[in-house]
């Protein structure tokens, strides 16, 4: 034991815990006055205060809202991206949108709309 009550784990021991460097562990008393040494698991509640936030306080509708928001851009460049990898079979980007866009909401009839009113050639 060094001068500042560090031990040195033998390096068997390490591996078979499964201990690097930074773990924790503890010394747990025995009932017939040994120690036993015990590695020390992580709990969520470690974890409190980890990152910091220096905003005002968020209401559970607005976290609620800011969800509901990323999920809904998640799913349109998700979107995108299938109709970029369709394209190819589709007339054009749009036609490969519309398409994917009668997918997501669940459509199995066939998706029409005029292409005159939404000011395009065809």
């Known amino acids: 034991m060094t001068s500042k009550g560090q031990i040195t784990v033998p390096a068997e021991v390490r591996r ?3 201990l690097r ?16 040494l015990r590695v020390k698991r992580a709990s969520v509640h470690d974890l409190y205060g ?10 559970l509708e607005e976290m609620d809202d800011a969800i509901a928001e990323g999920a809904a851009q998640s799913m ?7 109709a970029l990898r369709s394209t190819a ?13 009668g ?15 939404l000011g395009r050639r065809g």
């Open 16 to 18: 078979r815990l499964g």
């Open 21 to 36: 460097a930074g773990s924790r562990v503890e010394f747990v008393a025995t009932r017939d006055g040994s120690y036993e």
């Open 50 to 59: 980890c990152v910091a936030y220096s905003g005002p306080a968020r209401t």
């Open 76 to 82: 349109e460049a998700d979107l995108v991206r299938r």
């Open 89 to 101: 079979a589709a007339t054009d980007l749009a036609d490969a949108l519309i398409v994917e866009l």
């Open 103 to 117: 997918r997501a909401a669940g459509s199995t009839s066939t998706v029409t709309y005029d292409r005159a009113r």
